[in-house]
């Protein structure tokens, strides 16, 4: 494969401009495709298999009239003072509120709380609900005007009035997060190659993949049922591992030419190693990603299969567009002042200050000088952090852990305080019988029972409108003594789904489905658990062979998984510790703790996963190099620091900024949540993990580290990662290692840029 890269590179290189206009065709092509495509479908997140699916699914089939996708805002509405809502001195407020709200675009009901029960026992607590013919995507400006107007006027006559839903807080995450994210990448891709040119190379090819990537999302959303929220996983993983990628091979490049081949000559030879590496690297990624269809949720499996896709054209930017772009830079791959050490050429001498070694050597040979202690002290470093784990909770934050100065967590805390704190997550009980069965005794029975029951604050019959046209169905609520996020709360669904539900189906002849806000994270919880374990064995089985097969050893591999392993379990521990229990939480905006969310276990081992072996390619390939090439295991170690440590501390950094950037940027705490394990598990894993224990490891187990039986050594095909047949192509054809090929004169001097 090395071979057939090495070529790639060369002609890519050589047909630099062809190239360069071959992907502004596709994207042409791919953007005129998305242009003309239907208009993205709604989210639509189901749980197959699971009970609040089940009763999702009966109650669209018995209630087709009901609009599954209407969006709903609730009003809540507090009298001040202790003053009554149906007094005269809020009534004629509480009309026009409702008046007012009912005449904005695409409301289809407003509830009179006055008329239609909607009012505590105290009189001065009250909520609305306003409903809208539209989807999330289909809120516009004037919608959410026209509906604070409303709620203005009502505080103005002395109400005091909140709100939850997407219409009072559209969805926009302010751009600070990705502005921080560039200008970081930017700085340090400057400090990393001292050129503008060369920093800018990577950032404008992972772009141009992103921007393909997207499009093809569009064009083929209505075609393949992806919604809005599909790509943003896609163009997020896309946009990381573009610059990885195009830093990795440009990086090379540059050593290449630093060893006196010529521009051709080094393009092939850095697309022929290091487009090896990323190859495989993109491989694990792609693997990592379309492994959460393992998970059973629809809306994963379209988020990580698009992302895959994403992964894949970033791979083949970094093979084609990337040795083209470099011959288009020419000379300006380097910065000015190493330009002026070789003027002729515009090659420097070397990439390192003469007579120094760089950090990435230092930093190797003094962790080889005591691999056992830095070992130890790292494993316990990540232990500590992993242990609060074990008192993990996982489930998914409400508004009760918005901030405090928010209308959500405002409305929430007034609809807990005038209703109690089971309000805010009612339990529904979708009740099915026969056609000679009496469902309204049956559902009599039922809330008899419930009202009687400990934990259950009210609970009433269906209403009218609650049975389908045949009275088969019927639907009804109870409302629990505490919170929907409330330990207590889940116990208590379990009680009923397991205990009490079995007792009234028999005794009422019905077959009833429990569901509802807690419900629903109990059922979400439990696809999250079951699928931890298949998808780990599914995504690290498949990464260890094809790791194997990379390295041509046993133990490298197993290292590599086990690392991540520790890198995943720390970065969760420090979730924990900061999100759960409140430690630090304040320096990044964290007003109130609450479970985790719980798809961020396999969310993480999923996008950390690919990420983490990228790094490990990405070192362990050039120590593998610098070994075939005869180096001992020890001076191997120190050759892949000497040549990419800098360019993975340089990801890292971008990556880690990029990611923080949300967790400090962003008020969503699921927002915050994610990016801070993000940036955490990227920190750990690539500081601590990749550059600290690999290493000492490497230097313990030394001549070790490359064994592979025999048999094994038959059986797994040789892809050649680490160029040696290339080597031996190159001195076939006299191009071998030690034979620099000249870099060809111009006719006449040319002036340089």
Request: hydrophobic content about 50%; aromatic content about 6%; glycine content about 10%.
């Amino acid at each position: 494969m090395a071979t057939f890269l090495y070529k790639l590179g060369r002609l890519c290189f050589r047909r630099r401009w062809w190239v360069a206009l071959v992907w502004i065709a596709l994207l042409f092509g791919i953007g005129t495709a998305a242009s003309s495509a239907g208009e993205a479908p709604p989210d639509e997140f189901t749980l197959p298999g699971t009970e609040s699916q089940e009763t999702l699914d009966l109650l669209k089939e018995e209630f087709p009239e009901a609009n599954a996708e209407a969006l709903e805002t609730i009003v809540a509405i507090q009298a001040p003072d202790g003053g009554q809502l149906a007094g005269d001195e809020y009534r004629p407020a509480m009309e026009a509120l409702v008046a007012d709200l009912g005449e904005g675009d695409k409301v289809l009901s407003v509830s009179d709380p006055l008329n239609q029960g909607g009012v505590n026992e105290d009189g001065d607590t009250a909520y609305m609900m306003v409903s809208y013919d539209a989807a999330w995507e289909d809120i516009t400006e004037e919608m959410t005007d026209q509906f604070n107007a409303a709620v203005d006027t009502a505080e103005d006559a002395g109400l005091n009035v909140e709100s939850s839903g997407e219409i009072a807080e559209p969805a926009a995450e302010p751009a600070g997060a990705e502005i921080i994210g560039i200008i970081v990448a930017a700085i340090v891709l400057v400090i990393t190659f001292g050129s503008l040119v060369a920093a800018g190379l990577p950032l404008i090819t992972a772009l141009i993949g992103v921007m393909a990537g997207a499009l093809g999302i569009t064009a083929l959303a209505s075609t393949l049922g992806l919604s809005a929220t599909t790509g943003i996983l896609a163009m997020m993983i896309g946009l990381a591992v573009g610059i990885d990628y195009a830093l990795f091979i440009v990086s090379r490049y540059r050593a290449e030419l630093v060893a006196g081949h010529s521009r051709e000559e080094a393009a092939g030879r850095a697309v022929g190693t290091a487009g090896s590496a990323v190859v495989f690297a993109g491989l694990t990624v792609i693997i990592a990603l379309a492994g959460l269809a393992v998970v059973n949720v629809p809306l994963l499996t379209k988020m990580g299969m698009a992302a895959a896709a994403n992964v894949g054209i970033a791979v083949l930017i970094a093979l084609t567009l990337v040795p083209a772009a470099m011959g288009i830079c020419g000379k300006r791959i380097f910065g000015r002042r190493m330009r002026k050490q070789n003027p002729e050429t515009g090659v420097p001498v070397s990439l390192n200050k003469p007579g120094k070694d760089n950090m990435g050597t230092r930093w190797a040979r003094g962790v080889l000088r005591r691999p056992g202690m830095v070992l130890v002290a790292s494993l316990v470093g990540l232990g500590a952090l992993a242990a609060p784990v074990a008192s993990m909770e996982l489930g998914i934050p409400d508004n009760g852990m918005r901030g405090e100065d928010t209308t959500a967590r405002q409305a929430y805390d007034i609809l807990s305080e005038g209703f109690g704190p089971g309000f805010n997550g009612r339990l529904m009980l979708v009740v099915e019988g026969d056609e000679g069965t009496d469902l309204e005794a049956a559902t009599q029975t039922i809330s008899d029972e419930l009202n009687g029951m400990e934990g259950i604050a009210q609970a009433a019959p269906p209403s009218e409108q609650g049975y389908n046209g045949d009275g088969t169905v019927a639907q009804m609520y109870a409302f629990p003594t505490t919170g929907p996020a409330d330990h207590e709360t889940t116990v208590l669904v379990e009680h009923l789904r397991d205990d009490l539900v079995p007792q009234l189906e028999e005794e009422t002849g019905t077959e009833i489905l429990v569901a509802g806000l807690t419900a629903g994270n109990i059922d979400f919880s439990e696809v999250m658990n079951d699928a931890l374990v298949p998808y780990l064995a599914l995504v690290v089985g498949l990464a260890f062979i094809l790791l194997m097969v990379v390295f041509r050893s046993i133990l490298v591999p197993l290292k590599a998984a086990l690392g991540f392993l520790f890198s995943v379990l720390a970065a969760l521990g420090s979730l924990v510790a900061v999100f759960q229990w409140g430690w630090l939480a304040n320096l990044i905006g964290v007003e109130e703790t609450g479970p985790i969310m719980s798809m961020m276990p396999i969310f993480m081992v999923g996008v950390i996963f690919g990420l983490a072996m990228d790094y490990e390619v990405f070192l362990v390939t050039r120590m593998r190099e610098a070994h075939v090439h005869g180096e001992d295991s020890r001076q191997a170690v120190i050759t892949g620091f000497n040549l990419n440590a800098r360019v993975v501390t340089a990801a890292a950094i971008i990556m880690i900024s990029v990611f923080a950037g949300f967790a400090v940027v962003s008020a969503e705490s699921m927002i915050k949540m994610m990016g801070f394990g993000l940036a955490m598990a990227v920190l750990l894993d690539a500081f601590v993990v990749r550059m600290t224990i690999v290493p000492a490891l490497m230097g313990l187990i030394g001549e070790r580290a490359w064994w592979l039986p025999r048999w094994l050594d038959r059986i797994l095909p040789n892809v050649d990662v680490e160029g040696e047949s290339l080597e031996r192509y190159l001195k076939a054809n006299g191009r071998g290692r030690d034979t620099a090929e000249p870099e060809p004169q111009p006719r006449e001097p040319q002036p340089v840029p």
